[in-house]
């Protein structure tokens, strides 16, 4: 977060005349809407845009275990320098084990110490290259009995003009073996990821290769683990939960393309990956328990998605309710088993020997996603099923139905009533800031408490629209506002809100990436940056108190004017009040805040502003940080003061009281 030492005078004059005119914000700080949830603001995460694959799992390989096309072997070519001759095909008949039964295959038809031969992998847009770095490539090789030729691991630009580092492995052998290299960059290097990784060797011969992997530094060092500056965006958001394998990718475009979870685990030579349901494979190189781990990592709790028998329109696959279901009931038991078993279960003990023998923090599991799409009517009788095992077993897990309030009355029946609904609302900025104020108002209190397990504001054209493909892959300020305004209505509600996440979360900007937009994260293969709406979301987590007080606004704002949306929020320990203000007026907004139950108030105080000149300014690769939070001090503040709201922005102000 930006900081900037500015000092503001907070006014403190008031005429009647001014009184009239500018609305009041009248706050009870000793009257108690509602607590806030310890769990309330999250993270839902999914394989679309190449948020894993190419994004957030560090692995650098693109394909790396030849399924990804079953007649030609993608994203690797022939490399031949200086007179050599190779040529590359798939090969299935050199199975390296059951899981990976294709191979790649380079025939070396000349080469020499001075004419390397081989083949060359491109990545995810090219490999990012940095200097001073150690990367560690392994994979698995078997050559024809007699070659004698050594081969050469390399880093080099993607016209092998420059060579970025380099190793070499001596005595391959005739069978399946797995080899192991470092790879270090020099330190005087610029960064580019106009780069590709090679394998070539000096001698004429036949290779086969499977299993190709290359891993630069890691979060935390975990040897199959994630990108260092993706991860420091997730944790600087302070997120209390992780929703996972979310949305489509839990179901699936058919029954058999589901999140296949137990061939996920275990070493990478198990996983032959399945295809994703967003135009590309997924390796599964982040399986189930690296994404517990992801959660772990950042200290948030998992909410686990179990497939619950429907998967994506068009085909609309479904299982039926009773014995044809009950194998993925028994699958989802054993799914929850893993997650927090102890080591005397079947389950339990495969996770203690995956490497974690402790169990996670599970408490919420979620029966499906978006079942609302199934016109059958059969989810009721699926989600019942699945409840009354869960509850059976494991009586104290809170299960989430993915059919919520904003459904039809015929879509909601619940035979079980679910601890928790799933809603997820993508609307236009302009809807959520005119429906913030008043939308939950209307639930009903007694029923269940509310996950909002996607939601997201854009700007004009909706995003499964084809044209939103043109726009910039994260949203603007104009997008932000509305986000804003929506995270007010929920905090403010936070009694029926327990938990809310943004989504998609994340986006690789590079041409022919991206699925879907607006998205939270964008990056290439060396740099990321936060949206506006990431800053919204920051700036929210981080000045947050644990109950809701009153505050009204009197008088409205005028007809056909943005609603001034707002949230009060209060520690509990210290008497910090934290005010979120959202203006998507183009004019400055005077607001009056009266401040009544409160004994004194700090004169001195601090205010976070996010704002831009222009409702269409973003940010991006190339300007991470245009549109960003400023930290202003402010004085003058009292029971009664003045604060003035930038046009098109957000404000967080931080008020001590006693």
């Not at 899981?99 to 847009?125: E, H, P």
């Not at 990592?297 to 497939?307: F, G, K, S, T």
């Not at 005010?579 to 004194?600: C, F, H, M, T, Y």
Request: net charge neutral; proline share 7%; with cysteine.
């Amino acid at each position: 977060m930006l900081l900037a030492a500015v000092l503001v005078v907070a006014e403190a004059a008031f005429s009647a005349e001014t009184t009239e005119q500018t609305p009041v914000l009248r706050i009870q700080a000793d009257q108690i809407v509602a607590p806030v949830s310890p769990i309330f603001s999250g993270m839902m995460t999914e394989e679309i845009n190449h948020s894993y694959d190419g994004g957030l799992y560090a692995e650098l390989i693109q394909n790396p275990s030849l399924n990804d096309n079953p007649t030609i072997p993608v994203h690797w070519t022939a490399m031949q320098s200086g007179g050599a001759a190779a040529s590359i095909a798939l090969d299935n008949s050199q199975a390296m084990n059951e899981q990976l039964t294709t191979c790649l295959r380079v025939d070396v038809a000349k080469a020499s110490a001075t004419a390397l031969g081989g083949v060359a992998n491109d990545g995810y847009w090219g490999i990012p290259v940095r200097p001073n770095t150690l990367y560690r490539a392994t994979f698995y090789a078997k050559t024809t009995p007699r070659f004698n030729g050594s081969l050469t691991v390399a880093l080099e630009s993607s016209d092998a003009s420059k060579t970025f580092a380099r190793s070499t492995v001596e005595h391959l052998k005739a069978e399946w073996r797995k080899y192991s290299v470092t790879l270090t960059t020099p330190r005087g290097m610029a960064a580019t990821a106009d780069a590709r990784f090679v394998l070539a060797v000096n001698a004429p011969g036949t290779l086969w290769f499977n299993l190709v992997s290359l891993f630069p530094p890691t979060w935390k060092h975990r040897a199959n683990g994630n990108r260092p500056d993706v991860m420091q965006k997730l944790a600087d958001m302070k997120p209390t939960f992780l929703r996972f394998p979310g949305g489509n990718y839990l179901e699936g475009s058919t029954i058999a393309t589901r999140f296949p979870w137990k061939q996920t685990l275990g070493d990478l030579s198990q996983r032959p990956g399945h295809p994703g349901c967003w135009g590309y494979r997924s390796s599964d190189g982040l399986g189930l328990l690296e994404f517990l781990e992801w959660a772990e990592d950042l200290n948030a709790q998992p909410v686990l998605a179990v497939y619950a028998g429907y998967s994506l329109p068009p085909k609309n696959e479904l299982v039926k309710p009773g014995p044809a279901l009950a194998p993925y009931v028994a699958d989802a038991l054993d799914e929850i088993e893993y997650v927090i078993g102890d080591t005397k279960t079947t389950w339990g003990a495969r996770r203690a020997a995956d490497g974690h023998p402790v169990p996670f923090n599970l408490h919420y599991v979620e029966i499906g996603n978006e079942d609302w799409f199934d016109e059958t009517g059969s989810y009721d009788a699926r989600f019942s099923q699945f409840y009354d095992a869960i509850k059976a077993k494991y009586p104290r897990l809170q299960c989430i139905s993915t059919v919520g309030n904003e459904q039809p009355e015929k879509k909601r029946v619940h035979s079980r009533t679910p601890d928790v609904l799933d809603e997820h609302y993508y609307r236009s900025a302009a809807n959520f800031e005119q429906d913030a104020p008043a939308h939950f108002d209307k639930y009903d209190r007694n029923r269940p408490k509310i996950f909002v397990g996607e939601w997201a504001a854009y700007e004009d054209i909706v995003p499964w629209d084809s044209k939103s493909r043109s726009l910039p892959p994260t949203p603007t300020l104009k997008a932000a506002l509305g986000d804003a305004a929506w995270l007010t209505a929920m905090e403010r509600n936070s009694d029926l809100i327990i938990m809310q996440c943004y989504a998609p979360m994340l986006v690789n900007v590079n041409p022919g990436a991206r699925q879907w937009r607006p998205n939270l994260i964008g990056y290439d293969g060396l740099n990321c940056y936060g949206s506006p709406s990431y800053y919204v979301i920051q700036m929210f987590n981080a000045n947050q108190g644990q109950v809701v007080v009153k505050a009204e606004l009197d008088p409205a704002l005028p007809a056909g004017q943005p609603a001034l949306n707002f949230s009060i929020t209060k520690n509990t320990n210290d008497g910090a009040l934290f005010a979120k203000l959202v203006n998507a007026n183009s004019r400055p907004q005077p607001l009056e805040i009266d401040l009544a139950g409160v004994r004194r108030v700090n004169s001195r105080g601090s205010c976070i502003v996010l704002k831009s000149v222009r409702l269409e300014d973003g940010n991006s690769i190339a300007e991470p940080t245009k549109v960003a939070p400023i930290t202003e001090k402010i004085a003058g503040l009292g029971r009664r003061f003045r604060q003035t709201l930038p046009p098109f922005s957000v404000s967080v102000l931080r008020i001590q009281t006693k």
